[in-house]
């Protein structure tokens, strides 16, 4: 009973992670958190704005009448109210459009994306209209009162309204940006479609720095004309306007600050990944500004390296991977060089008649098991397959890559490859045969068409000898003359025949052990 609650609970669990991953998770986390931001941001905004209306500017007695006062707060709580509702509808207006396709979970038609991606921006436009309207209104009663008492209202309001919008487009624009994520992500080349940083840094720097010291300064000279309060009201209204000259500044500053910042450590994070070879890495595109086109141009680099890798490992499985680098590093062209080499072939006995006698997947299965132990083998010993004939491999020692040993290595594969086919492959028989002398080696072919291949009598003796060594005991000959480069050991001569088209004589050498 404990262990079915258990798994209950955590098939709960489970369910609500997947479900706040779903676009509608993501539309309930952007509604409620734009919503009650915005509400708290402007109401902070109007509070602190008639604060320092009421009670910090120096304002002509005929103001602080009780009926003065009345009309104001009146005029106050309805505008204020009116607000908030006009507010909230366009808060839900501009959310309309992630309604219309997060939760279905399709991407969005241009048009919406474009709605979601200037979502910030209307909220803004909408709000500061909001804060003009406030401007216009309690501007235009108080000057009824004072021209200049008027003035300083009007500035007051204003430059609290510039401050408000630019939070308010920074802090949507942040509480937005799952959705806005998920709106460029259906785009493969997205497209600059806000300000560029450049213009956003000004626009900071307006709001945050510009309109407050501004405000200072009109307050300075409105008191300089007309003279209307003491020093210390001017003093004290002063020092209210630069504290909120350091706190707009601070604020917006950090908003713009975190919205430069984020994409480009998040980049940064991914590149050193892709540094450590990881390359399946991409970036959320969330920014409408050059940023944006920055992370979607990283994201466009990774798919282009993960691309790359895979050709270059479908090129190298295709030629051997010490051919493709090769020619990834030095470039590729027709032609070849003489090449010291050392050549192993190894070829299976009766091929033909396993093919009529198995089924062809069958026959394909035990070639592909064969060739996995001789490409193990080779290269573990530093050479290279140079290709596969049929039921047949011709593998390199000393091409395209230089080894010192080249001919001890065939040798010492030959053996290996002997014991491991004989151990792990009983079902077949073979025979390998180990030559070594001057070659070419190079790409062969046409300008459309080519491989990389190794040409001249090592090869051809290499394959001599591995037909006669199918009825040779150990499976394995290899020419005197490796045997005497390397040096081996353990390898003993049991003729010298001249092998069909081949001139001269060659020395036939089997492993000892096996003799």
């Avoid at 602080?64 to 808060?91: C, P």
């Avoid at 917006?252 to 994409?263: E, I, L, S």
């Amino acid at each position: 009973m404990g262990g079915g609650h258990l798994a209950a609970h955590a098939e709960r669990i489970e369910a609500r992670r997947r479900w706040w991953g779903t676009g509608r998770a993501v539309l309930v986390r952007a509604t409620v958190s734009l919503i009650t931001s915005l509400l708290l941001l402007n109401i902070l905004g109007a509070v602190a704005t008639g604060l320092v209306a009421v009670f910090v500017v120096p304002e002509p007695d005929s103001l602080r009448s009780s009926a003065s006062l009345s009309t104001y707060i009146v005029l106050a709580a309805t505008y204020f109210v009116v607000a908030i509702v006009v507010g909230v509808a366009m808060g839900a207006r501009s959310l309309s459009s992630l309604g219309e396709w997060l939760p279905s979970e399709q991407p969005p038609t241009p048009e919406q994306q474009l709605r979601v991606l200037r979502g910030p921006r209307s909220l803004a436009r909408g709000i500061g209209a909001l804060w003009f309207g406030a401007t216009v209104l309690f501007g235009a009663l108080t000057f009824h009162y004072s021209v200049d008492a008027g003035f300083r209202m009007t500035a007051i309001i204003g430059l609290s309204g510039i401050i408000t919008s630019s939070v308010t487009f920074r802090l949507s624009e942040r509480l937005l940006r799952e959705a806005a994520a998920r709106a460029l992500s259906a785009s493969e080349h997205p497209q600059r479609i806000a300000q560029s940083v450049a213009v956003r840094s000004i626009m900071t720097w307006v709001a945050g720095t510009g309109a407050p010291v501004l405000g200072v300064v009109l307050l300075g000279v409105a008191s300089l004309v007309d003279g209307v309060g003491t020093r210390r009201e001017l003093a004290v209204a002063t020092a209210v306007l630069g504290a909120n000259c350091l706190f707009a500044g601070f604020l917006t500053t950090v908003f713009v600050a975190r919205a430069t910042a984020d994409p480009i450590i998040s980049v940064r994070r991914a590149l050193a990944r892709i540094e450590q070879g990881e390359l399946d890495v991409s970036v959320p595109v969330y920014d409408g500004t050059d940023i944006g086109l920055l992370q979607a141009g990283f994201n466009r680099m990774a798919a282009g390296l993960r691309e790359r890798e895979r050709l270059q490992d479908l090129f190298g499985r295709h030629v051997g991977v010490d051919v493709a680098r090769r020619a990834l590093e030095h470039g590729v062209k027709l032609g070849g060089e003489q090449r010291e080499v050392a050549v192993l072939y190894i070829d299976i006995v009766g091929s033909t008649k396993l093919a009529g006698r198995l089924p062809p997947v069958e026959v394909v299965e035990l070639l592909n098991r064969f060739f996995a132990i001789v490409i193990d083998v080779v290269e573990a010993e530093g050479g290279s397959i140079n290709k596969f004939a049929g039921d047949a491999a011709l593998a390199i020692f000393g091409a395209p890559v230089p080894i010192d040993d080249r001919h001890g290595s065939a040798l010492d594969a030959a053996r290996w490859l002997a014991g491991r086919v004989s151990d792990e492959m009983p079902e077949i028989d073979f025979g390998i045969g180990v030559a070594s002398g001057n070659a070419v080696a190079g790409n062969v072919g046409g300008t459309s068409r080519f491989e990389y291949t190794v040409i001249g009598d090592p090869v051809n003796e290499a394959a001599r000898l591995g037909e006669l060594a199918k009825a040779l005991p150990g499976r394995v000959a290899a020419s005197g003359e490796t045997v005497d480069a390397a040096a081996a050991v353990g390898w003993t001569s049991v003729d010298e025949i001249a092998l069909r088209g081949r001139a001269a004589s060659t020395r036939i050498c089997v492993p000892e052990r096996e003799h």
